[in-house]
């Protein structure tokens, strides 16, 4: 019994936290309702799993009545092996857009992890935790920022696997966000 309320504590400092998206695919399978929570007729969500463009629509059950949406994509090396997964979700209080990149072990943390949109101006990502599934970091996303995603065609991410090494580029391809953020309904 108590082993399972320390889970459940955990759960929700997790989801407090803005972690709760990178929880193991098992955790993450158990809280996702077969269905999206219901809307008006006309304003129907995607259905989870929901490929979006190049985006994956996902919905997660906070409370019984609370529903946190967020899409996500993942980039793979040539081995099929997830290098990089970067979400937008809604962040926070005021339900904030946010994006947090899931980056792999190893990373050099001194250079923390970049964005780009397109050829527009770097952004840094303030590192969170490294964990069994990798490294988090995220940002809160401006409503500048959010007009260039909708608006470009390319996100790179970069960072480095050591001191000395070269960055190592992660294209992530806007190609669907306009709509799938849309679907998110964030503000």
Known sequence: MLCKKLRVAFA????????????SVEAVAQRVPATPPAEPAGKQLPRVGEQIGDWTFQCQALTASDTRCSISQVVFNPQKKPVVRATFLPLG??????LVVLAPL?????????????EGKQFNFIL?????????????????????????????????MRANAK???????????TKALNALKIK
């Not at 190893?106 to 397109?118: H, S, V």
């Open 93 to 98: 209080k005021n339900k904030k857009l946010g």
């Open 106 to 118: 190893g990373m050099f943390l001194g250079t923390g992890i970049a964005g780009k949109i397109d």
């Open 128 to 160: 969170q935790h490294c964990g069994k599934q990798g490294c988090r970091a995220a940002i809160q996303v401006s409503d500048k920022m959010k007009s260039a995603l909708q608006k470009g065609s390319r996100l790179a991410l970069a960072f480095k």
């Open 12 to 23: 929700l400092i997790a989801i407090s936290f803005g972690l709760s998206s990178f929880l």
């Open 167 to 177: 960055a190592v580029l992660v294209p992530i391809s806007l190609k669907g966000f």
